[in-house]
Structures are given as C-alpha cells and as structure tokens.
C-alpha cells in the first residue's frame, strides 16, 4: 500500500491541491495530506503552519478565517481546499492518511470525527501523539497511527508498536534498512521516498509514501 505524499505526482502537481489529490487517486494511490484549523473552525489540506513559504504571508491558519484563507490562494491559483472537499472526492475508494499539524481539543477533535464518520478509508496520525491518544478517548476504534522522525529512537518506536489500539507507524526512511524495525509485526508507512531508484527498491515488501515519481 503506497501514498502519495501531499499528492505530489511529478512536478507539474503541486502540494495539497484538489487536482493533485484527483491525479493521485487516478492512478490508484492513496493520498498522505496535512490539516489545519482556521480561526472560524474549518479543516484545510495545507502543510505549513503558516503562509509564509507558499504564499509570502506572515500570518498564521488558526489567525484567519477560511474564506480570506481560499480568496488569497485562488489567486494565486493555489487555492487550499477543505478536508470535506478532499474526503468527498476519495469517494471513501481511495485511502488516506490525514495529519494532524496542531494540537487539537476534544471539541475540534470531535468535530473531524463527525465530519469524517461517512468515510472509513481515514488513518488520523500524528507527531504530536496526543492528539491521537485524545481521538482514541472520543472513538476508541477510530484508525490512527503515531508519526516518529528521523531523530526517534529505535526503542520508543518499538514500545509504541505494542500499542495494540494503535493501527500503523509512520516513520522517516531511515528506519527501512533497521532490521528491529522491519521485523515489528505493526503495519509501518515510510516517509518521504523521493528517488525513483529507493522506490523501486523498497516498494515490494514495504509500504512507502512517496513524491515526484
């Protein structure tokens, strides 16, 4: 099972865009994207905390209503869709695994689940794994995974892996040539593979998310 990272396909599609997303599950994958949420409570597809890399503007997603938020990206012809927007168009066929960016409370997190509910193919994860403890306290069989990064250590991974409410592990490709790793039982995604040569070479026997392919 692989994804496309932010729906990046090849250069010509951009991070986080409805037309990437629609490319992505052209071609059969799932999609790994990011959500945020605005000043006036709505979920978007967008990686940063703030506007500044994309969009050159100091201001930061939970400071600003979603409607200034899609004026200023269709202007650019980078317009930020909502998570409903993509979870509608996965037609619950495509999988996806939605990142939580922020540190969410229960009345938000209760929010995603709702809006969420009619689509099974959903995997919530995080680097900030208490939002998916607190998910997991709303919904106790909701699918969620914990996110670790390159600097994670090889021993809380596998603690975490014993976590039996816990569906999958997201990890920095580093850890596929760790052979603790590759024989935990858990399912694991590997982030980012951005070589056609690393995906050729992993993507038989492990489940990667890749980009620029």
Request: one cysteine or more; a positive charge.
């Amino acid at each position: 099972m692989h994804f496309i990272h932010r729906g990046i396909v090849n250069k010509k599609y951009k991070e986080n865009l409805i037309s990437s997303f629609k490319k992505s599950f052209s071609l059969g994958y799932g999609i790994e994207t990011d959500i945020h949420l605005t000043k006036d409570r709505e979920f978007v597809c967008f990686h940063d905390f703030t506007l500044n890399r994309i969009f050159k503007k100091k201001a930061s997603i939970k400071d600003l209503n979603y409607r200034y938020i899609k004026e200023l990206s269709i202007n650019q012809n980078k317009e930020i869709p909502l998570l409903n927007d993509v979870l509608k168009i996965s037609k619950n066929k495509y999988p996806l695994l939605i990142e939580l960016k922020p540190k969410l409370s229960k009345k938000n997190l209760q929010k995603l689940i709702k809006e969420s509910s009619k689509y099974s193919k959903c995997v919530f994860i995080s680097f900030n794994h208490k939002n998916i403890f607190s998910l997991q306290k709303i919904k106790p069989n909701i699918k969620v995974g914990l996110s670790f990064s390159n600097l994670s250590s090889v021993k809380e991974i596998i603690k975490a892996s014993k976590n039996k409410k816990i569906s999958c592990l997201i990890l920095d490709k580093v850890f596929l040539t760790n052979k603790k790793i590759i024989n935990l039982k858990i399912k694991k995604f590997f982030y980012t593979i951005k070589t056609k040569s690393d995906f050729k070479k992993y993507r038989e026997k492990n489940n990667l998310i890749f980009e620029n392919l």
